[in-house]
Every structure is written in structure tokens, then in C-alpha cells.
């Protein structure tokens, strides 16, 4: 009987490449917020796949950029971190872009990397076929990947096969965590993410980047009905008054969506009260960073 295996994979790659849509794929529910502004993930988020004969913790990282904050550098370093705790890296790119300065720069990071790393092409459903065998070569000049798979992590093209390479770099080991549980953040955290996600899709410019979401109080109450106290966090007084909207008409809305999200999350009825507050310049100050979950190295 063959013996049950177990270990860590990260994902790295440059901002809005996908990582997030790849790890609910790959969960089947979604834990990570997606958007198509670039940096939404923030924090390490780590997505539980489990079968019968193995289970892979999946690490979603912030994406690498050019840092403009200290909540940059927060990022950056936790992407980075990543690449030594894990069996295997998975390095996705963008297929339908091509090769950018961003992908050649993870690639100079990955240099001294000893974990084998994995090329993943996504969004091949957005190219021509002819075009994949160039971009394919083009990488492998750069590299020496220990695999190269294109996905199309938004339709689940070629997921499987993926799933099935990663298992042959798994070491034998005990299963983390239940077959039934898809992460390990606690309900709160994911809750406060799918609130920001809302904010993401609804809003433009500054705001996305200038908000923060926290979750004070989550309790059961006597009739089964979850109560969630939320609170986002702006840096400017107008930016609280853009989240807000018109006779509240924002703020109604980015808890309508959350709302229904966060239901088919904990399956169960669910009763949110939102607030805005100003913490002015809050991505530059270690202590509001360190009280939002950003901690540094972490």
C-alpha cells in the first residue's frame, strides 16, 4: 500500500498573474480574494488540497513588485520567505502578457533557490496555441525549471495535470490538517479579505491600496445567526467619504456582496455591520501594520 504524502508548495510571481484564482481552482471554494488590480494578496495565505493518498498546503504570496511602503516591503519579504519553507515553488506567469522585467526580476531571485521550481504558464486560454512553444523557450533560457506546465487557472485547463507533477515532489508524511478543511486562517481573517475584495471591484485610483478591513467582534447568537462587526480602514478623510457614498449608497453595497460570500462561507445566516475609520498613513506605521496581521517576516 503505497504511503500517504504530504508537504508545502508556494506560489510566486509578479502582481495579478493569478496566484489567487489558481488557489480557489485548486481548493474549489474560494479563500483568497481576487481582483484585477495588482497586489491584492497581502498576507500568506495558505490553501488546503487533500486527497486519499496525499495533501498539499498551498502558499499564496503578495506579489513582487517594486515596493512603495513599508507595507511594500512587508509583501515583498513574505513572497520571498516563501521560497525556503516549501518541497515546491510554483513561479506563474502570465501568458497572455509575455515575458516582463517583472518575471525576469523573480527570476534573478530564484538564482540561489534550491527548491525546484515549477514554470506555470497562465491564462493559455487567452492565447493563440502557435504562440505557447516561443514564450515556453524563451523562459527556459532564463531557468532551468524543474517543470513547465500551461494552465488556464480560471477554466481549470490542464489543473490536474499540475496537481499530479507536484505529488512526485512531496516527501512521505502525515496529513496537516482534516480532509475537510481548506485553510488555515482563522474564519475572521478570510472574512475581512472578502470584504476588501468588494471594495477592490468597487472602487478605483488610491482607495484600493489605501484600505485596510479588520474584523472586531464575530459571535453566534441564540438563533444560529452569525453577528460580524467589520471595520475598514482609510488613510484620508475623503477616501472615507468615497467608501461611504451617497446617503450610504457604497457602503450598502460593498455589504450586500460581502454578505452573500461570507453565507456560502460559513454556511449560515450571517447579520454584518460595517464601519470606516481614519488611520492616516497607516501602510508606513509598524504598529498599525503589526495590529492589521502584517507582521514583518512572517
Known amino acids: 500500500m503505497a504511503k500517504f504524502k504530504s508537504g508545502f508548495v508556494g506560489i510566486v510571481g509578479r502582481p495579478n498573474v493569478g496566484k489567487s484564482t489558481l488557489m480557489n481552482q485548486v481548493i474549489g471554494q ?29 502558499l499564496d504570496t503578495p506579489g513582487i513588485h517594486k515596493r512603495q511602503s513599508k507595507l511594500g516591503d512587508f509583501m515583498n519579504q513574505t513572497a520571498l520567505n516563501t521560497l525556503g519553507e516549501v518541497e515546491a515553488v510554483l513561479f506563474l506567469v502570465d501568458a497572455a502578457e509575455g515575458m516582463g522585467g517583472g518575471d525576469r526580476y523573480i527570476v534573478e531571485q530564484l538564482q540561489n533557490v534550491r527548491t525546484p521550481i515549477i514554470l506555470v504558464l497562465n491564462k493559455i486560454d487567452r492565447i493563440e496555441p502557435q504562440a505557447l512553444l516561443p514564450l515556453i523557450e524563451g523562459y527556459r533560457k532564463l531557468y532551468d525549471f524543474a517543470e513547465i506546465i500551461p494552465v488556464s487557472a480560471k477554466n481549470g485547463n490542464n489543473v490536474n495535470t499540475l496537481l499530479k507533477e507536484l505529488d512526485k515532489y512531496l516527501p512521505e508524511g502525515p496529513q496537516y490538517y482534516p480532509a475537510d478543511q481548506i485553510t488555515d486562517h482563522p474564519e475572521q481573517f478570510v472574512c475581512a479579505e472578502l470584504i476588501r475584495e468588494k471594495i477592490l471591484h468597487l472602487t478605483r485610483e488610491e482607495i484600493p491600496h489605501s484600505i485596510a478591513v479588520m474584523i472586531e467582534d464575530m459571535k453566534v447568537q441564540d438563533n444560529g445567526v452569525v453577528q460580524i462587526s467589520a471595520v475598514i480602514f482609510v488613510e484620508r478623510s475623503s477616501q472615507k467619504g468615497i467608501i461611504i457614498g451617497k446617503q450610504g449608497a457604497m457602503l450598502k453595497e460593498i455589504g450586500q456582496l460581502a454578505r452573500h460570500d461570507i453565507q456560502n462561507l460559513l454556511g449560515s445566516k450571517i447579520f454584518l455591520e460595517i464601519w470606516v475609520k481614519v488611520k492616516k ?18
Open 30 to 58: 474560494k479563500i483568497a480574494i481576487m481582483s484585477d488590480k495588482p497586489q491584492t494578496t497581502r498576507n500568506k495565505i495558505h490553501g488546503v488540497y487533500t486527497t486519499e493518498h496525499n495533501q498539499i498546503v498551498f
Open 281 to 298: 498613513d497607516w501602510r508606513n506605521q509598524d504598529r498599525v501594520l503589526r495590529d492589521l496581521g502584517f507582521h514583518r517576516g512572517s
